[in-house]
Nanobody, 122 residues
């Protein structure tokens, strides 16, 4: 019944930007932490960015300074603005949610979207 819906993925050249969106049920969005994990072929899932219910932020070292996570409260949507994309950023990006930031950091998000593909060409 609960479903997070991602959009905004695509194929771009290195150096370009994309913004991913995740529409979230209001009862989850209002009290839960939200995050963007990604899965690249042959690699472990990596937590890219996290935002807590009160705005606490966390970024992976690999994207710090390039990616920015934010909440649009009016639209019950979490955004991931990705700048200066590199081929290493190629992955399926998921939207996920957990009761708190520690739930997400431990890899145990409770709600997931189906993912949106991001491909970055050199």
């Amino acid at each position: 019944q609960v479903q997070l819906v991602e959009s905004g993925g695509g194929s771009v050249q290195a150096g370009n930007s994309l913004t991913l969106s995740c529409v979230t049920p209001r009862n989850i969005f209002g009290v839960n932490a939200m995050a963007w994990p990604r899965q690249a072929p042959g690699k472990q899932r990596e937590l890219v960015a996290l935002i807590g219910s009160i705005g606490t932020l966390h970024y992976a070292d690999s994207v710090k300074g390039r990616f920015y996570i934010s909440r649009d409260n009016a639209k019950s949507t979490v955004l991931l603005r990705m700048n200066s994309l590199q081929p290493e950023d190629t992955a399926v990006y998921y939207c996920s949610s957990g009761a708190d930031m520690w739930t997400i950091l431990s890899g145990k998000s409770q709600y997931w979207g189906q993912g949106t593909h991001v491909t970055v060409s050199s």
